[in-house]
């Protein structure tokens, strides 16, 4: 299993990002997968995550109405969408997936709101 992520920078306060998630070595279609995101000496802390057809999703309330994640089965990728960013999003974003009981991640990406 591989997740690659991608996207990440330095944008300013109210900017757009849209992070990608490239997996590869497992049946992308058949799980759910999610991103996370975390602050040096903080927890990692769940942003958002979609089913495996892309039927459901779910939000953290701290970026409810601001990010959506949505995926390309046909791409093995999944995406984050961010709008509206506030410094406080600044962190390093993950992609994971849980397969038989074990949790996979990517080595993440740095997103930066700074003006």
């Known amino acids: 299993v591989q997740l690659v992520e991608s996207g990440g920078g330095l944008v300013q306060p109210g900017g757009s990002l849209r992070l990608s998630c490239a997996a590869s070595?497992?049946?992308?279609?058949?799980?759910?997968m999610n991103w996370y995101r975390q602050v040096a000496g903080k927890e990692r802390e769940l942003v958002a995550g979609i089913s495996s057809t892309g039927g459901s999703t779910n939000y953290a309330d701290s970026v409810k109405g601001r990010f959506t994640i949505s995926r390309d089965n046909a791409k093995n990728t999944v995406y984050l969408q961010m709008n509206s960013l506030k410094p406080e999003d600044t962190a390093v974003y993950y992609c994971?997936?849980?397969?038989?009981?074990?949790?996979?991640w990517g080595k993440g990406t740095l997103v930066t709101v700074s003006s």
């Open positions: 994971r997936t849980r397969r038989y009981g074990m949790d996979y």
């Open positions: 070595g497992f049946t992308f279609s058949s799980y759910g």
